[in-house]
């Protein structure tokens, strides 16, 4: 490393995903079209949580946090991605890149608390039926909702803190479509191993802890349901289990895959799509697994187009 070029790098070329240049415009077609769907599905949930008295509970207000967070944390990659489809000019400031990895790992870690704080809802919900409303307090779901705002901003915060410490020298390459943590720890000229432990310890503790939480949850839920031996019974475990279980599984299962489990066998282009799973897919299918779905949802979507109908009548 003392034998590399210490010349200060002032910005990052983000190579993008690895698509051949006659499938460019169809894939900025999917690509966009995907982003278009999850903002509008997740600001439908935000107006329709909003404007409805009818779901304003401990459970539309973790989701409307939820959907927030997937607006953004889409947003954070998304836009950037779009761009750098449709231009020449693939380079983004070393200011920018920090600020996006930032963020990116701000509303990773948001969703991720989030998800937790659904999956107790629910299963004090299920589980504790008669206590729901005593145990589910307003100032529980306060601190449920403001505690993983605050535990974001210093997680977040130290690796942008401890990335702006590390030099990168001539190469200046990501061969992502973003600023990723480990593609740039994979760049830097300088001794990464704190950086790494703190991936490892702290970022275990913060992926790891909240996916058994999760996993333990629903598990009870599951275990509640089933001790009422009827077909109806079984319906509803896995109709209000099964579809939660996949996009958990699906955030989860891949960002243990590419920074706690990492393998040296793993292509680029392996990552990529894996990245993509968890930055792109599960921020759009979450306003349809968790939300439009469900008859509270629809039945505010009637009443505020209806109330909208007769205003306009007037």
């Not at 034998?3 to 894939?27: A, D, M, W, Y």
Request: with cysteine; proline share 4%; charged share 10%.
């Amino acid at each position: 490393m003392t034998g590399r070029n210490q010349t200060t790098v002032s910005e990052f070329l983000l190579l993008g995903l690895p698509i051949k240049s006659e499938h460019q415009n169809l894939f900025y077609a999917l690509f966009l079209a995907m982003y278009v769907t999850t903002v509008l599905g997740n600001l439908l949930i935000l107006v329709l949580i909003c404007l409805d008295p009818h779901l304003h509970t401990p459970m539309y207000l973790f989701l409307s946090n939820l959907s927030f967070s997937d607006l953004c944390f889409s947003s954070v990659t998304m836009p950037k991605l779009l761009q750098n489809m449709q231009s020449q000019d693939l380079t983004i400031p070393y200011a920018a890149c920090l600020t996006q990895m930032y963020f990116f790992l701000f509303f990773a870690d948001l969703e991720d608390f989030l998800l937790v704080a659904m999956a107790y809802d629910r299963y004090m919900a299920i589980c504790f039926p008669l206590h729901y409303t005593t145990i589910m307090s307003p100032r529980l779901c306060l601190f449920l909702v403001v505690l993983p705002w605050v535990l974001t901003t210093f997680h977040s915060m130290l690796h942008t803190l401890l990335m702006a410490r590390l030099h990168f020298c001539e190469d200046n390459v990501i061969p992502h479509f973003f600023c990723d943590l480990s593609a740039l720890l994979k760049l830097s000229c300088s001794d990464t191993r704190v950086n790494e432990l703190v991936i490892f310890f702290i970022g275990g503790l913060i992926i790891v802890i909240p996916f058994l939480l999760i996993i333990m949850s629903y598990a009870q839920i599951v275990s509640s349901i089933l001790k009422v031996p009827s077909a109806k019974g079984i319906c509803k475990a896995f109709s209000t289990c099964g579809s939660h279980l996949t996009v958990v599984s699906l955030f989860y299962g891949t960002i243990i895959g590419l920074y706690l489990c990492p393998s040296a066998h793993n292509s680029t282009v392996k990552e990529t799509v894996m990245s993509m799973m968890y930055t792109v897919v599960a921020p759009m299918l979450n306003p349809f697994i968790y939300s439009l779905r469900n008859r509270d949802m629809k039945g505010a979507l009637r009443r505020v187009f209806c109330k909208k109908k007769n205003a306009f009548s007037l």
